[in-house]
């Protein structure tokens, strides 16, 4: 039996809704708001370490924007990046994957 605890989808809506409210549109504001997706990856131990005393001793201190700071700053030295997938390759990743829905 799994001691692991399990919530409802309303439970973690609420739980993100207040860690993230969602963005309020500024009037005249044509922009959409920033999108966050999931995702996995991995690093070494002594990085999360770091990472969780950053979190504890920083007020404000997000994981999420770091990482997202960090991986636009690296893929602007890979002019690749920017380079548009083919279009079969792009068309299938929207049809498969729910995280560009």
């Given amino acids: 039996m799994s001691t692991k605890p399990t ?15 969602a963005p309020e549109p500024a009037a005249g504001n044509a922009e959409e708001p920033t ?16 990472l969780k005393q950053a979190e504890y001793w920083l007020p404000g201190f997000l994981m999420k924007e ?11 030295a890979h002019p690749e990046a920017d380079k548009p997938l083919p279009d079969a390759l792009l068309q299938k990743l929207l049809r498969t994957s729910k995280k560009l829905r």
Wanted: aromatic share 10%; proline share 2%; glycine share 2%.
């Fill in 66 to 76: 770091l990482t997202e700071a960090a991986l636009v700053k690296e893929l602007a």
């Fill in 7 to 21: 919530f409802g989808k309303k439970v973690l809506s609420s739980i993100n809704e207040r860690i993230e409210p």
């Fill in 35 to 50: 999108v966050w997706v999931s995702f996995t990856t991995a690093v070494t131990r002594e990085t999360y370490l770091k």
